[in-house]
């Protein structure tokens, strides 16, 4: 067994605390992995605040997780000792049903087996990446390119794969006209790759204080959403919109800003469901989608595009210890863009 130190809830709503427990060993296909960074995703918030329900406790949160290989098990073939490496959202999959076989493990069927506060098959709950250690099946690790900086790289694994894969899927890029709901963790990576990927990309905020860092991302422009003349000003203006958005917010307002035929991608989740009028639909043929992370083929070709690309996430690096002052913050919209814990200062 593996001796692991970790900050966890010990219940619903609890600050984070020092925790310790054990991993198994590596079996014959696992890679035993000693974390360096986890990146704070606001899924952490709600799944710790039981937000979501179903919260199993002491609860280890962190899914955007970044370190080096210490161990591999006798047939890994892809990894070896002191590799850089990642782990995402999920760390197992039934591997047999269709998704799965088309390399989009996230929608697989009998459901991925999420990174932490989730029953594996023999009942046990996964505990994530705000821990020194985590034991996984080699597929289900990805390699993080060498001209990455480790702690950047952290929040790839989810809020870069998050808004990735819808523009990617919707074949967004130039000729397109990209509204982008929320500048926070994922809404600012949606700036950067629909940018990267050539789209006409605007900030669509309910802060001011964002216009700034909107353009300096490289948004054409910035939109207001408590300001309706402003909103009014862009009507039918946008061919997609990503709405990154996990609060409750004014849905018809957003629609009324998609083109005939347009359509608003969800990958922001609430812990309410956000009302909207059918109406809002049906009078000029839009669409309303969602979308989850992205599969183990489709995250690392974000990570090597990222890589190839600079596209990578503004970061803010605490020690470990501060991580109930980071959830705090992420609430209160005072980070710019994601908190990335440094797992080494764990004590």
Known sequence: ?????????????????????????????????????????????????????????PMVPGHEIVGRVSRIGKDVSRFKPGNLVGVGCFVDSCRSCPPCKDGQENYCEHGPLFTYNA??????????????????????????????????????????????????????????????????????????????????????????????????????????????????????????????????????ALLNLLRREGTMILVGAPGEPVPFSPFSLIMARKNMAGSLIGG?????????YCAKEAVLPEVEVLPVSRVNEAYERVLRGDVRYRFVLDMKTLP
């Not at 067994?1 to 060993?25: H, N, Q, T, W």
């Not at 700034?212 to 009014?232: R, S």
């Not at 083929?297 to 990570?303: F, H, S």
Request: with cysteine; glycine share 12%.
């Open 1 to 57: 067994m593996i001796p692991v130190k970790s900050y966890a809830a010990m219940s619903a709503g609890a600050p984070l605390v020092p925790f310790s427990f054990e991993r198994c060993d590596p079996g014959p296909r696992d890679v035993a992995i000693e974390i360096l960074y986890c990146g704070i995703c606001h899924s952490d918030i709600h799944s710790v605040r039981d937000e979501w329900g179903r919260g199993h406790y």
């Open 119 to 252: 029953a594996d098959k023999n009942g046990e709950h996964t505990r994530g990446g705000y821990s020194s250690h985590i034991v996984v099946d080699e597929h289900y690790v990805l390699r993080i390119p060498n001209s990455l900086a480790a702690d950047r790289a952290a929040p790839l694994l989810c809020a870069g794969i998050t808004t990735y894969s819808p523009l990617k899927h919707w074949k967004i890029g130039r000729g397109h006209r990209l509204g982008v709901v929320g500048l926070g963790g994922l809404g600012h990576m949606a700036v950067k790759l629909g940018v990267a990927f050539g789209a006409d990309v605007a900030v669509l905020s309910t802060s001011p204080g964002k216009r700034a860092d909107a353009l300096g991302l490289g948004a054409k422009d910035f939109v207001l959403t408590t300001d309706h003349a402003e909103l009014g000003k862009r009507e039918g203006r946008f061919d997609f919109i990503v709405n990154t958005v996990s609060a409750s917010h004014n849905m018809d």
């Open 296 to 304: 183990i083929k489709e995250t690392q070709e974000m990570l090597d």
